[in-house]
């Protein structure tokens, strides 16, 4: 066997293609892979996207089918989409919606042997891109994720969309992208595998997954203020555009490239708590990535330039901003809720005690930043 000590790997969408009214090509694209298609759409937009791909399709009915979906990516879930799908035997299945659909369009496509065409309907997370799901229970607490060697076909992103779904998804998409340098940095730092075959063990960073990293940071400082005041108002502008790419593209491949870290460990361990069902995905880990530096005696410097884009953004930046209350049963629970994930990748050894540590320490800065940051601002 060869060794892959030295290997390094890269992993990306076949295709990415993002603009206003893109959805009304998806029949150009699904004409690539075949006749029969299979779409599985999320609850909140499905009746407006099935009458828009009715009228698409509409001389080729019979070869198109969509599916409802409204539930939590579980297995027992995407088992069941799978006995659906089987029955219309498609050549492509395209998932549309947030990330719960996409990763269940996904698994799906991958027990199914099919290739895949994910058309995110919001901005939240850096799923679309990515060759994994991530799978929970039924009462949403994280499990683990399924891996598969194959990532998207195309990636196709309707900018008008995005514009015109609710802000809070995208400044959420934006603690997703947050972490992404974050965990880079630390990945590298400790040699850890990136997530490229990762059943087979994974690869080291290539040159450009690091340069991704930096340059997601990098594009959401410049962009991500005008971006959701874009948004706010629903219009479509350079800086909307740019920082879609950023929480889908650059977010996505930048993660998978490198590696996920302390921050995304927090996430996991405030899902343990009954609060965590009132915050995104993407804001758990923005509160996520000043717990690592902490972990990590970044320099205040650094820390303070985040907690102030967080805060002109909306992002969290304390336990008071999660609804969770600052109390020490809470702050034990998260954790030792995130000692399961991946704090192992991480440059040095964590333990409860110190992963305890540097929650309160994030939290208490986080807050007498947020209380600084309101008086200057008299908010």
Not at 85 to 109: E, R
Not at 143 to 148: A, D
């Amino acid at each position: 066997m060869i060794s892959r000590k030295l290997s390094r790997a890269w992993s990306s969408p076949e295709r990415y293609v993002q603009g206003k009214d893109e959805l009304k090509n998806i029949k150009k694209y699904t004409n690539k892979f075949g006749e029969k298609i299979v779409f599985l759409i999320d609850s909140f937009l499905f009746k407006e996207i099935n009458q828009q791909l009715g009228e698409i399709y509409s001389r080729e009915l019979e070869n198109i089918k969509t599916y409802k979906f409204e539930n939590e990516v579980t297995e027992e879930v995407i088992n069941e989409y799978v006995d659906l799908m089987k029955l219309f035997s498609p050549n492509v299945i395209v998932g549309i919606g947030g990330g719960k659909t996409i990763d269940v369009a996904k698994a799906a496509s991958a027990l199914l042997g099919l290739r895949f065409i994910i058309i995110p309907t919001i901005a939240s997370t850096d799923a679309p891109t990515s060759s994994l799901s991530v799978l929970y229970d039924k009462n949403g607490n994280h499990l683990g994720e399924f891996f598969y060697d194959h990532s998207p076909s195309l990636v196709l992103v309707d900018s008008r969309i995005i514009a015109n779904a609710p802000t809070r998804f995208l400044v959420s998409g934006m603690g997703d992208s947050l972490a992404t340098l974050i965990e880079a940095e630390a990945a590298y730092k400790s040699n850890t595998r990136n997530l490229v075959y990762y059943k087979d063990g994974g690869f080291l960073q290539t040159v450009a997954g690091k340069n991704i990293a930096k340059v997601c940071e990098e594009t959401l400082f410049e962009n991500g203020e005008l971006a959701k005041i874009s948004c706010d108002k629903n219009i479509v502008t350079p800086y909307l555009e740019n920082i879609i790419e950023t929480n889908i593209l650059l977010s996505g491949i930048g993660f998978e490239n490198n590696a996920t870290a302390g921050a995304h460990s927090i996430n996991d361990g405030i899902t343990t708590l009954p609060e965590q069902s009132k915050t995104m995905h993407g804001e758990k880990v923005a509160f996520g990535c000043f717990v690592q530096l902490m972990a990590e005696s970044e320099s205040v410097e650094r820390i303070r330039k985040i907690m102030q884009f967080c805060m002109k953004v909306g992002l969290p930046v304390c336990l008071e901003d999660l609804y969770i209350a600052n109390t020490k049963e809470n702050i034990l629970q998260i954790a030792r809720g995130s000692m399961n994930s991946n704090w192992k990748n991480m440059p040095f050894e964590v333990d409860v005690e110190s992963v305890y540590s540097s929650i309160v320490l994030a939290d208490e800065f986080g807050r007498q930043e947020k209380e600084n940051f309101n008086k200057n601002n008299k908010l």
